[in-house]
């Protein structure tokens, strides 16, 4: 279970990115976050893993306070924990298996690592993640010479590595088109269903966000709005989240 | 700042600019001025560019007859006795024969100023030499050129000349020189080849100075990964500042420094162009570092990475190509510098080519311009394609 407890993000210069945040998410969830750019989506997911600090508050993995951890075992809880981003972070010059093999750079000996040397389990299994999403055949390109959406599956390979528990989606399929968009959630999905890791996914589409969460959080100037199932959210509450002039946008 | 920013800083305080009527004389009263001082300071004088082309069209002239290759000579001499005044001595006509080449005077004494006819006979046809003039004491003097016809005679008058009068015999000698078998490589053609190897080896030790010593300090040049804590910025800025302190300095003033510190030679010239080297190398790859792109960093430090490990996934890759490019660059760079070096004592062809110019030695001189002229073109080729590829 993932507890978030009175989280503030105050940046450098002042931007107040979240503002006393507390929410729960039970294993198994497959929460999407929504809000417009720059409601603090980004700052929420990357407070969990800290790649950014947080100001004030708490976070609690598994029992476990992420926040107060250094080193060895703050690495210890990010290997668990997959992450997915929105200009996929794919390391561009390369090789594909490359970068879904740095997915396991928590796991192994890192100075034998760091002579790009993993053990044969490793290469094996990215080898079979590759295969998973669907572009094995890619394995030995370039990852820059991929296409958006095969970029993706390769981060979606690269977290898959990790054995995560939970995973940390940041706006996966804003840079895609619509049908993409779709074949990378549905692999999302498909891990949240079969193998029951917890999914934090951010997204820009309400119409994604429906189709896909089993609850939905928003975010608005740093603060929680809503919270609830995807039922929930009707025209009125539409526009609470994304504002008075907001339209909605389907995607199928 | 962005574009609009600026757009709309100009609007309150517009003033004249430039173009208002009183800046602009005063503007141009200033320039006159300052360009009249420069004239007279520099002391430009165009008329020179014309008096002074004899010279440079000679100097153009022996540059373009570089003294590449050469053949072995073969040569054939004769004597002939002569006496300055008319004296006891009595001179002989030297001995004639059937084969071998001899010379006959029209007469075997007289004063200085006098004419005297010069013939030769059985000499090799068709080739051209020259006539000396050997006192008894002091040194021969060249008094003509000669060439003989295809029967390998010759004939010339020529004035004796102004020698101090004695009793020994003075004696006129006569020297033919022709090329035999096939054109070689000349020595000068052999001291600028070796002299060029150790030009290039010269640019490639430096440069291999400036890599090992730029790449571990373009990190700390690098303000994205310095700018965390007060300390590391320090370093940054002293770093900085260092890099260009040094670039600043042109490595033919480092050549001279170390020239001195090490004596003059090609480890003067590593040092001066490995010492800009880390500079200018420094600089380009800590900008390249610099540009770097954070998201596959935030990605593998995601994955639970420690730090050597992120520097070697998601920094490395990012930064060797272009940092190759760079110093194939700079060893370009290098190879071109390095050939000049030598003017101010740092070693390599450059060393040569100064004392040949000084020397008045354009032949030469030339050879080694021609040399640096290929060595430098061929390089700045390579080094685009290479860079072209990697990159």
Known sequence: MLEIQNLTKIYEGGTVALRNVSMKVEDGEFLVIIGLSGSGKSTLLRCINRLIEPTEGRIIWDGVDVTHLSGEELRKVRRHIGMIFQQFNLVKRSSVLTNVLSGRLGYVNPWRSALGRFPKKDVDRALGALKQVGILDQAYKRSDELSGGQQQRVGIARALMQDPTLILADEPVASLDPATSHSILRYVEELNRDKGVTVLCSLHFLSLARAYATRIMALKDGEVVFEGSPAEIDDARFKEIYGEDAIQVEIR | MSAEEERRQEIPGRRGGLLSSRRLILGIVVAVLVYAFAWQITEIDLEKL??????????????????????????????????????PAAPQQPAASETEPYMVLSHLCGEPGEPLGVEGFNFRPNTKGILRWVPPTGTKRSLQRVGTDSEGHFAVGIAVPDVPASEELQEIEIE???????????????????KMVQT???????????VFVAVPLSFLAARNLMSKYRGTMIIYFLVRGVFN??????????AIIFAVWVGIG????????????????????SE?????????????????ANALQTIMYAVVPQIVPPYIAFTIYRWDINVRMSTV??????????????????LLRYKQAGVAVWAIVIVVWTMDYVSSVVREKVV
Request: charged share 15%; with cysteine.
């Open chain 2, 50 to 87: 014309v008096t002074g082309a004899p010279d440079m069209v000679h100097i153009v002239k022996q540059l373009l007859q570089p003294d590449l290759l050469t053949r072995e000579e073969e040569y054939q001499l004769a004597y002939g006795d002569f006496q300055v005044p008319c004296g």
């Open chain 2, 245 to 254: 302190i040094v670039r600043s300095i042109e490595p033919y003033i480092w």
């Open chain 2, 288 to 304: 390249q570092v610099e540009s770097i792109d954070p998201g596959p960093i935030e990605a593998i430090q995601a994955t639970g």
């Open chain 2, 200 to 210: 290039i080896m010269l640019a490639l030790m430096a440069t291999t100075v400036g």
């Open chain 2, 266 to 285: 090609p480890f003067a010239g590593v040092l001066a162009l490995g010492m800009h080297s880390i500079a200018a190398l420094g600089k380009l790859y």
């Open chain 2, 341 to 358: 070096i030598g003017f101010v004592g740092g070693g390599g062809i450059g060393f040569i080519l100064i004392q040949w110019v000084n």
């Open chain 2, 176 to 194: 033919l020189k022709w090329d035999v078998g096939l054109p070689y490589p000349s020595e000068t053609t052999r001291i600028v080849l070796s």
